[in-house]
């Protein structure tokens, strides 16, 4: 009935605001892996950096480097796969080596065709502390 859609639809939209009130940040990785035989752990090891900057539990980090050969084994499905992945974030992080990967830079340009916060790991850190810096 009209009635029961329109109640279903209220409850909807309670959730949908709840959502929206709880909504992290979602913040993606974005490097060599081609090109670097190392780059679980230098992944690891920048997202580990990057949890220790928000310091936040609202705040979601996406390691690429977690799904690699997981879903797709060649280089073209797995780069659109990614792209998926990262259309769903708010921040692109550009990890050391960036600019030497064809993957990486089609990220980049992604993300910022999207409107999305792309910064290196510097900036990054200073605009997370000017923007969410807590006052105490």
Known sequence: SKRARI???????RRWITTIRRKQMRIYLSGPI???????E???LFENYVKSIVNNDNVEI???AKFIGRYYKDW????????KIL??????IML????NSI???????FAKGCAKNVFNLYEFKEWHDKTYRRHK
């Open 7 to 13: 109640k279903d639809g209220a409850l909807d939209l």
């Open 34 to 40: 081609t090109s670097d035989p190392d780059y679980k």
């Open 42 to 44: 230098h992944f690891e």
């Open 62 to 64: 996406v390691n690429p």
């Open 76 to 83: 073209g499905n797995w780069i659109i796969h990614d792209l």
């Open 87 to 92: 259309k769903a974030c708010d921040v692109l």
């Open 96 to 99: 050391p080596g960036y600019e």
């Open 103 to 109: 993957g990486a830079s089609i990220e980049i340009q």
